[in-house]
């Protein structure tokens, strides 16, 4: 069974930085899309980032544009989230999420239907 598990999070001043690291397990990560969404208390979730199954491509929402990077190794089956001038409003829990289907698409994805596998997510607290 393929699990992904998230980890990083925590407290961090406004201008701070956090590396979020997913670990998949039970399967190899290559030929998935990745991608990490967040979810603020009383708002729905919503795209931050992902990267395609080779890591030729990768998307992000406007708001983390310049501050955020998304990255993948393989090797160690895992997906990065660097996290740097982080905000206040980016106080969320964070949450990997995996695309079985990425091979088929030619964008990579920012909806969260297109996802099929998620972590438990990771919180980040960022605080004025």
């Known amino acids: 069974q393929v699990q992904l598990v998230e980890s990083g999070g925590g407290l961090v001043q406004a201008g701070g930085s956090l590396r979020l690291s997913c670990t998949v397990s039970?399967?190899?990560?290559?030929?998935?899309?990745m991608g990490w969404f967040r979810q603020a208390p009383g708002k729905e979730r919503a795209f931050v980032a992902a990267i395609n199954w080779n890591g030729a491509n990768t998307d992000y929402a406007d708001s983390v544009k310049g501050r955020f990077t998304i990255s993948r190794d393989d090797a160690k089956n895992t997906v990065y989230l660097q996290m740097n001038s982080l905000k206040p409003e980016d106080t969320a829990v964070y949450y990997c999420?995996?695309?079985?289907?990425?091979?088929?698409?030619?964008?990579?994805?920012?909806?969260?239907?297109?996802?099929?596998?998620w972590g438990l997510g990771t919180q980040v607290t960022v605080s004025s």
């Open positions: 039970g399967r190899t990560l290559s030929r998935y899309g």
């Open positions: 999420a995996a695309d079985s289907n990425a091979l088929a698409r030619a964008v990579v994805p920012s909806r969260t239907k297109s996802y099929d596998l």
